[in-house]
């Protein structure tokens, strides 16, 4: 064996040994085995190439590195309760062993990721709920607020403009925005209880509850 030959042998080697014992990592460390071991048994460095091709090694070490970092990936969402990230692992899993060729499936993959990220978008609308917590209770304190009678046409002209604002906002920015990407989004107050928007809204369950309504009355829906 020339070293050039040995050298080649210690490269995939050291490759097969980075995933060796990593639970994260099984398909990749079949795959990078399976080429360390047709390099291993070639009596002359020219017949590796050939044992590529034909057992299509590269590619399988490709899709099965894409196969172990989804795989993992969708774990880790579906912990933190996160589905809509969790079925975009698992559209690329439903597809990863059916590519032929590497940069097909880096296009298509990409692709899947894309419309997982616009559906992550158009969920995270659901958010706007806490966002406009401020501007409901800016308005809070001015209905409630203990004013001298002489002001109080003048407060409720305010509270009346600050609504009138609001729903302007939604009926005109918020909404079409939102329907350049789901043409029929509407705000949809139960995603609020989904794990993935309540934990960002640091408030008791009851104080949500009553926001709710006032959120809708603030949106004018």
């Known amino acids: 064996m020339d070293q050039r030959h040995q050298d080649y042998i210690d490269y995939y080697k050291a490759r097969m040994k980075k995933y060796e014992g990593n639970p994260l990592y099984p398909h990749s460390y079949a795959a ?22 034909a057992g299509k ?16 990936e969708k774990k880790h969402w579906e912990e933190l309760k996160e589905p809509i990230r969790a079925a975009g692992c698992q559209r690329i899993l439903d ?9 097909q499936m880096i296009d298509a993959t990409n692709l899947l990721r894309q419309e997982t990220s616009k559906l992550i ?36 002209e305010a509270v009346r403009h600050a609504y009138e604002e609001a729903h302007k906002l939604f009926r005109e920015v918020t909404l079409p925005r ?7 989004w509407q705000m949809d107050h139960d995603l609020v209880w ?9 408030i008791p369950d009851e104080s949500v509850k009553r926001r709710i309504p006032e959120h809708k009355k603030y949106l004018g829906i």
Request: hydrophobic share 40%; net charge negative.
């Open 121 to 156: 978008s158009v969920d995270g609308f659901a958010d706007y709920f806490y966002s406009d917590f401020i501007g409901i209770e800016n308005i809070e304190e001015d209905e409630k607020g203990e004013v001298p009678a002489r002001w109080r046409k003048e407060r409720d």
């Open 194 to 202: 989904e794990d993935r928007h309540r934990r960002l809204i640091p």
């Open 32 to 53: 990078e085995k399976a080429i360390y071991e047709a390099l291993a048994s070639c009596k002359e460095l020219a017949e590796f190439k050939s044992k590529l091709e």
């Open 57 to 72: 090694l590269n590619l399988k070490v490709a899709l099965a590195l894409v196969k172990d970092q989804e795989t993992a």
């Open 95 to 103: 597809v990863i062993d059916s590519f032929d060729d590497v940069m």
């Open 178 to 184: 939102a329907r350049e990407w789901k043409p029929d």
